[in-house]
């Protein structure tokens, strides 16, 4: 079955630290890739995406992806975090079946 | 407005009730989708429409009813609540298979 794994339930960092959050999913087939925020009190927005091309993908506020075929991965980052960034973080993969799949969420804190 | 109106935003109610959540959107995307959030589970897919008159099920769906008979009403029924039930519910609406609009949510506790 086709599953998404955010291993990093809950992550703090200080201002100005780089971050990486991890991403996997088991769908073998063709995938489409998400990246989702969801500030506190607030609804999920997209903060980037990969259809196909290039495989390191720029969103919004700064943030990056980088899909990597073989080993199954999305992972997020950013180089210089804000206290802004404080949110939850949604990986979500759509394969050809048009079903659509969310990972577990993965809390950011930033320290300020 | 444009945007997507979920009611009510806080619900609360007892085991064995029905209960429906209302979700509006105002820009005749195609497709709707309803997810539930629960800690340690990120956000399920409970149903999803590609269009009025047409639904289907999620990773989720039991104990959930659906309807669809206008494009831009898409409400969610739990037809005999129970605890398990007890959650964020978010609709979200897109022009194609990948929700991009979420609305605000509706917390529901069931006692």
């Known amino acids: 079955a086709q599953s998404v794994s955010q291993h990093n339930h809950h992550v703090i960092l200080s201002e100005a630290a780089s971050l990486e959050l991890g991403c996997n999913y088991s769908y073998g087939g063709t995938v489409n890739l998400f990246w989702y925020v969801q500030y506190p009190g607030q609804h999920l927005q997209l903060l980037l995406k990969y259809f196909s091309g290039d495989p390191l993908v720029k969103g919004i506020k700064g943030f990056e992806a980088e899909f990597i075929k073989s080993k199954f991965s999305f992972n997020l980052r950013k180089p210089s975090v804000q206290w802004s960034d404080t949110a939850e973080y949604f990986c979500?993969?759509?394969?050809?079946?048009?079903?659509?799949?969310f990972g577990s969420g993965t809390k950011l804190n930033v320290k300020p | 407005d444009a945007g997507i109106t979920q009611s009510p935003r806080y619900k609360i109610t007892e085991t064995g009730r029905q209960v429906t959540l209302m979700c509006h959107q105002t820009?005749?995307?195609?497709?709707m989708f309803w997810y539930r959030q629960d800690l340690g589970h990120g956000l399920r897919l409970i149903y999803y429409?590609?269009?009025?008159?047409?639904?289907d099920k999620g990773e989720v769906p039991d104990g959930y009813v659906v309807s669809r008979s206008k494009t831009e009403n898409f409400p969610l029924t739990l037809e005999s609540a129970t605890r398990s039930q007890t959650s964020v519910y978010f609709c979200?609406?897109?022009?194609?298979?990948?929700?991009?609009?979420f609305g605000d949510g509706t917390r529901l506790s069931i006692l």
């Open positions: 429409s590609a269009a009025a008159d047409i639904t």
């Open positions: 820009w005749s995307h195609s497709y």
């Open positions: 979500a993969v759509n394969n050809n079946f048009n079903k659509f799949y």
């Open positions: 979200a609406s897109s022009e194609t298979s990948q929700p991009q609009h």
